[in-house]
């Protein structure tokens, strides 16, 4: 054929796929984003109902007070009937979801593609770009990179990661302490796969920008063995990008909707999709706290802890290590956040004390490369959770520091959300950097080291000097009544136990309010004292610490107060 005739077929080819995939893409047209202010469990229960009778969608779960709901054209007058009804206050935060996705949908539609191995960050890259820029990395660095296949999806995608470390090829590099780095488990979070191959160019000198920093990461390597898991949730990033934009669970077949049958033992509705993986971790109260058991909602946690493919292929790779495990991060979006244990409960844990400290470090070194604010707080401020995965780290692996990124926007950018815009991606990744290198140099063994509490050697599994396991005990000797570490320290505070984290500039107080992901530069944002505040989505009401993270017993004196 003539070559104006190859051109006008190319054209056309390249008409047809993006008519095609217009047309499939959900549109959210009409949809609203409504602020509900919730005072109680009954309120959050009502919403829940909502959701399984198909009136609305959870867009994002309560934070001080308020859940966020996704709500049709169709369904916004039965909806406001209800709020009306039982006397919830609402407004209209966002007027029409579907310009925000529509715009976006377009720049990636009109963005030239990267040759292969390639990456940029000026746009959102699907998963096969992803997984090729991993294969060319580690070609590259065979020296210090191996590539990782921890297993398949539902739908028999991989799920990689990269080991990065000195002198890989030598057997000893397989016994450094390890740190481990997941992301992209919730589908429509886009910013985090990004930010995380960020970090992996960064760590292997691959950018410009981080070249300073080349003798601290040296350093690192030397010492520890870095795992790093883009995108644990390939099915769900996928369908994100072809189907819906502001999808958030995994792809497997989940049951019935709100598990009714018919008498043929088919579904009397519909068949539902998708588990939300930061629900399907093995902690105390599985299944509880923050999660709908109704199978086609965005909260659905699995039948039970690691029954999704996703979250056990980590379990079987990280729990054999878990000696060697010194750090678990996982990144999410958006609210720009640093969370934590504990996510379940507004308990304390025994590590409090030294997850502020750490905390602070974070959101000092993230502000100093932008000026932007993120705001340390524990996981159950932002909105109690039963099963995630850094609970899990924390209680079941007994790694002290474990903790959850939550990458821009802020919490009151809801117009932006999860479409955070290109321009903003490089910076976000960036800081990024600056805080994983703050929160490595602030970790339980590398202060140790650095105070010489370790003089005669800790070994590889972490038990110090005295024999005591490296789980989050009281390093520096408990007292013989065997009082908790949070009355101790290790770094000079005073011995009357005070908390360090009075006047905390990172807006983490102790009183259990959450600073909804604001600006923290206005100190201590409540100047409450530091008793904690009531919550109605509180697990713990005896007020007793379970000591979850030492022996893993269940603590019978929980209520449940959100199992539907």
């Given at each position: 054929?003539a ?8 054209f056309l ?6 008519l ?9 047209i009409?949809?609203?984003i409504v602020?509900?202010?919730v ?19 959870i ?27 039982h ?7 966002t ?8 715009k ?10 990267v040759?292969?191995?390639?990456f940029s ?21 065979t020296a210090?990179?191996e590539?990782?296949?921890l ?18 090829s ?44 080349s003798?601290?990461?040296?350093a ?42 018919n ?19 093995e ?12 199978p ?5 946690p ?22 060697k ?28 004390e030294?997850?502020t400290?750490?905390?602070k ?7 100093q ?20 995965s850094?609970?899990w780290?924390y ?9 959850c ?25 960036e800081e ?15 202060v140790e080291e ?9 070994d590889?599994?972490?038990e ?8 989050g ?7 013989e ?12 505070e005073?011995e009357?136990?005070?908390d360090?984290?009075?006047?905390n500039?990172?807006?983490?107080d ?14 201590n ?11 109605d989505?509180q ?16 603590d019978?004196d ?7």
């Amino acid at each position: 054929p003539a070559p104006e005739h190859c051109e006008m077929l190319r054209f056309l080819i390249v008409f047809v796929f993006s008519l095609s995939a217009i047309i499939c893409y959900k549109t959210y047209i009409g949809d609203k984003i409504v602020r509900v202010k919730v005072g109680s469990v009954a309120d959050y229960n009502g919403i829940l109902s909502l959701e399984s009778d198909d009136l609305l969608e959870i867009f994002s779960e309560s934070r001080t007070g308020h859940v966020d709901v996704l709500i049709g054209a169709r369904t916004m007058a039965e909806c406001q009937n209800y709020f009306k009804s039982h006397d919830l206050t609402y407004e209209v935060i966002t007027e029409n979801v579907g310009d925000g996705v529509e715009k976006e949908r377009r720049r990636l539609l009109l963005k030239t593609a990267v040759a292969q191995g390639e990456f940029s960050y000026d746009t959102y890259h699907r998963i096969k770009v992803i997984y090729e820029r991993l294969d060319a990395l580690v070609a590259k660095h065979t020296a210090i990179t191996e590539l990782i296949n921890l297993g398949e999806t539902h739908e028999k995608r991989e799920i990689k990661a990269i080991r990065i470390t000195s002198n890989i090829s030598l057997a000893e590099s397989a016994e450094k302490p390890m740190l481990w780095l997941d992301g992209g488990i919730h589908a429509r979070e886009w910013v985090v796969p990004a930010t995380m191959m960020y970090i992996i160019d960064s760590l292997l000198g691959e950018q410009d920008n981080e070249k300073d920093k080349s003798d601290e990461i040296q350093a690192i390597l030397d010492k520890y063995q870095i795992v790093i898991a883009p995108c644990i949730n390939p099915d769900g990033y996928e369908y994100s990008h072809e189907e819906e934009r502001l999808w958030r669970k995994n792809r497997t077949p989940s049951g019935c909707k709100k598990n009714k049958l018919n008498w043929f033992g088919g579904c009397f509705t519909r068949m539902c999709y998708g588990i939300d993986l930061n629900r399907n971790w093995e902690t105390l109260h599985f299944g509880t706290v923050g999660i709908s058991p109704d199978p086609c909602s965005l909260i659905y946690p699995g039948k039970t802890p690691f029954d999704q493919k996703s979250t056990k292929v980590i379990e079987d790779y990280l729990k054999p290590l878990k000696e060697k495990l010194k750090l678990f991060v996982t990144y999410h979006s958006y609210s720009q956040l640093f969370l934590a244990p504990y996510g379940y409960t507004h308990d304390l844990p025994a590590d409090h004390e030294h997850h502020t400290r750490v905390g602070k470090a974070v959101v000092e070194a993230i502000h100093q490369r932008h000026g932007v604010n993120y705001t340390s707080i524990r996981g159950a401020q932002l909105y109690p959770v039963s099963g995630d995965s850094f609970d899990w780290a924390y209680t079941v692996l007994n790694v002290t520091d474990s903790y959850c990124f939550e990458l821009r926007p802020d919490g009151d950018s809801w117009k932006i959300g999860f479409e955070l815009p290109e321009e903003e991606i490089l910076p976000t990744a960036e800081e990024n950097v600056d805080g994983l290198l703050a929160l490595i140099a602030n970790i339980k063994h590398e202060v140790e080291e650095d105070d010489g509490e370790d003089d005669n050697g800790e070994d590889d599994n972490g038990e110090d000097d005295n024999g005591e396991d490296d789980d989050g005990d009281n390093d520096d000797g408990e007292d013989e009544d065997g009082e908790d570490e949070d009355e101790g320290n290790d770094d000079g505070e005073d011995e009357d136990g005070e908390d360090e984290d009075e006047g905390n500039d990172d807006g983490g107080d102790d009183d259990g309010d959450n600073n909804d992901g604001g600006d923290d530069d206005e100190g201590n944002d409540d100047g409450e004292d530091g008793d904690e505040e009531d919550n109605d989505d509180q697990n713990d009401t005896d007020g007793n610490v379970d000591d979850q993270k030492d022996d893993g017993e269940n603590d019978d004196d929980q209520n449940n107060s959100n199992d539907g």
